[in-house]
């Protein structure tokens, strides 16, 4: 069985700093794309960031973009997130997900359970 879990999330003030981490265990095989999504309260969930096999592209939301950096670690089904000078409006529950042949979208295959983001003002 495949497991996706998330973390590093909390609760920063408005201008700080974090890295959100996922691990993917229990599959051997390889992925086209693991990405970001999340999901604000009262809004719908939207992609974040998507890095694709080999890391050599990479996508962002335009909300996103020039502040939040996806990255992945080869050897272990890990991929990162880190987010910089963020905003009230970043506040939302994030989720990692893997997809095996397409892009990251709400078609990804395999997705965790997410971890809470919350900014202050």
């Known amino acids: 069985q495949v497991q996706v879990v998330e973390s590093g999330g909390g609760s920063v003030q408005a201008g700080g700093a974090l890295k959100l981490s996922c691990v993917v265990s229990?599959?051997?095989?390889?992925?086209?794309?693991l990405g970001w999504f999340r999901r604000a309260p009262g809004k719908e969930r939207e992609a974040v960031a998507a890095i694709y096999s080999g890391g050599e592209t990479t996508t962002y939301a335009d909300s996103v973009k020039g502040r939040f950096t996806i990255s992945q670690d080869n050897a272990n089904y890990t991929v990162y997130l880190q987010m910089n000078s963020l905003k009230p409006e970043d506040t939302a529950m994030y989720y990692c997900?893997?997809?095996?042949?397409?892009?990251?979208?709400?078609?990804?295959?395999?997705w965790g359970k997410g971890t809470l983001v919350t900014i202050s003002s």
């Open positions: 997900a893997a997809a095996v042949v397409g892009p990251c979208d709400e078609g990804s295959d395999y």
């Open positions: 229990g599959y051997t095989g390889s992925t086209n794309c």
